[in-house]
């Protein structure tokens, strides 16, 4: 069992300092909007996937007028204590390590503290371009899969080694194709190597978050999800030869994994068209639980999940069908933000399960017995 027994903060975004101690089931942060409750549930996820969930730039979540930022977390996994610090200085590289030793490459940190993070702007995934569900698929892929990973990184390094060598051809009026064919090669290869992982892994998702939509509408919609790639018809060689003459005019690679695209539909349409803002974000929370359960049926660690701003738009029938799902069995620690209390001790104190309450305001975290954090 994975869960985060102790948080600390020092200059993270609207927090001076701060420091908490959770339960291991459920903990919520309640409180109004700009308070800083969702800077909570961020710095838990940059201690298990070393980058915040909102921010670009690491600098952007140090506080304002601060040269530094750490975040520290201690960790109870399978009864061993693990300790994860996150240090952040203007102009300086990150410094991440795990029980005081630094690691070499942050990518080696990735899966062992696994988090699920559903929020308001997941609803991109839905409404926005390809980008954001690729970074979906291979988020959650990565944290099972050190090779893919390692994969992924190399196939971005090829890309920019030959976007570069066609910025200077263009500029220079031709191209050394016998140069860029080199690149062409790896990105062959390591593209390949990512479509057929992409394409074993929608195999197992599928499955799993059509169940999860049934569960969360109520079995009245259908909902479905395709892997959208131009490998399944032809090599990545191929399609690099057909578009040199494009990808000279253009000055970027035009085509191959990087442009590979995640459908998701309800009943039968392109939700990004067709769904309502309600069930946009039924689907978006049937795609972040599957999250949750390909990672557990693949024996890993049962992720700690971090729901932020969760009941919005959602009616009590899919809010009640949400929570029964996400905290039937052994479900692990759940961290969520709201603003309204009442409302999350009462749907908790419903369902007979503990629920430690802490209020947020301006920076300010008091438990909501009205006694301080220590």
Known sequence: MLFLKKLQLINFRNYAEAS???SPAVNCFT????????NLLDAIHYLSMTKSYFSATDNQNIRHHEAMLM?????D???????VLC??????????KRNQKEYEKLSNHIGTFPVVMIAPT????????SEIRRRFIDGIISQSDHIYLDNLIRYNQVISQRNSLLKQANSRGFADWSAISVWDDQLAHYG???FEKRKEFIQGFEPLFNTLFDAISGNSQSAGVTYESPLHEKTLSDILLQNRSRDLDLQYTSSGTHKDDLTVTLNGFPARKFASQGQQKSLVIALKLAHFNYLCDLGFQRPIILLDDIFDKLDQGRVSRLMELITKGESGQIFITDTHKERVAAIFESMHIPCKLFDVE?????LSENQSVQ
Not at 71 to 75: A, N, P, R, T, V
Not at 77 to 83: H, I, K, M
Not at 362 to 366: A, D, K, M
């Open 20 to 22: 908490l101690s959770f």
């Open 31 to 38: 409180g109004t909007n700009g308070s800083g409750k969702t």
């Open 122 to 129: 997941d609803q991109e995934l839905i409404t926005e371009g």
């Open 87 to 96: 240090a952040i200085r203007q102009g300086q590289k990150k410094v991440f």
């Open 77 to 83: 996994l399978n009864g061993e204590q693990e300790s």
């Open 192 to 194: 390949q190597k990512i």
């Open 362 to 366: 301006n920076g300010v975290i008091t």
């Open 71 to 75: 975040i520290q977390g201690e960790f």
